[in-house]
T-cell receptor
Framework: AQSVTQLGSHVSVSEGALVLLRCNYS??????LFWYVQYPNQGLQLLLK??????LVKGINGFEAEFKKSETSFHLTKPSAHMSDAAEYFC?????????????FGKGTKLTVNP | SAVISQKPSRDICQRGTSLTIQCQVD?????MFWYRQQPGQSLTLIAT?????????ESGFVIDKFPISRPNLTFSTLTVSNLSPEDSSIYLC??????????????FGPGTRLTVL
């Protein structure tokens, strides 16, 4: 079964610093991978996704992620953190093994940005 | 992307009662998903709702507790029955990004925040 592991339930960075949120996945088939962001008291918003093609994908708000098959990773980065980036971030993999459309989520990483 | 609305946005309910959550999409979709997000936790899929057939429930979730309706291609309801404080969560519906499903992106509604006293 597919699974997602997010290393670090809480990450704290200073404004302007690099943001790195880690995600590793387990899948026996080529994965579809996603990052979602959840701002306080809001639903989930898609940040970016990887399906096929270019392994470095760019998303909204300056975020990007790189699919590394050899490392089974899909880490999320942003060169310079902004206060508005403070939120919870979820990595997810599509259940292609099971042939369904459902998503399997990691436990989430809460990002704090300090002034 | 699909525009998804949920009602109610939040509710406070008494133990033993039920709450029905509505999910409305601005386009026709084959599949709709219902997720639960318990406090401080990630999202867990409750069930997949297909129009014209019974919902498919994930392990640990049963129809008696979480009955689902899917009367047409733009609407679904999730009922959380016989509420207990452990049901206090955010409930979210989501849809794939195209009518036929089989695509690579899901869009989420804003969620319904349920508190059970």
């Amino acid at each position: 079964a597919q699974s997602v592991t997010q290393l670090g339930s809480h990450v704290s960075v200073s404004e302007g610093a690099l943001v790195l949120l880690r995600c590793n996945y387990s899948s026996s088939v080529p994965p579809y991978l996603f990052w979602y962001v959840q701002y306080p008291n809001q639903g989930l918003q898609l940040l970016l996704k990887y399906t096929t093609g270019a392994t470095l994908v760019k998303g909204i708000n300056g975020f990007e992620a790189e699919f590394k098959k050899s490392e089974t990773s899909f880490h999320l980065t942003k060169p310079s953190a902004h206060m508005s980036d403070a939120a919870e971030y979820f990595c997810a993999v599509s259940d292609r093994e099971g042939g369904s459309e459902k998503l399997v989520f990691g436990k989430g990483t809460k990002l704090t940005v300090n002034p | 992307s699909a525009v998804i609305s949920q009602k109610p946005s939040r509710d406070i309910c008494q133990r033993g009662t039920s709450l029905t959550i509505q999910c409305q999409v601005d386009s026709q979709v084959t599949m709709m998903f219902w997720y639960r997000q318990q406090p401080g936790q990630s999202l867990t899929l409750i069930a997949t709702a297909n129009q014209g057939s019974e919902a498919t429930y994930e392990s640990g979730f049963v129809i008696d507790k979480f009955p689902i309706s899917r009367p047409n291609l733009t609407f679904s309801t999730l009922t959380v029955s016989n509420l207990s404080p452990e049901d206090s969560s955010i409930y979210l519906c989501s849809v794939p990004s195209s009518l036929a499903g089989g695509t690579d992106t899901q869009y989420f509604g804003p969620g319904t925040r349920l508190t059970v006293l």
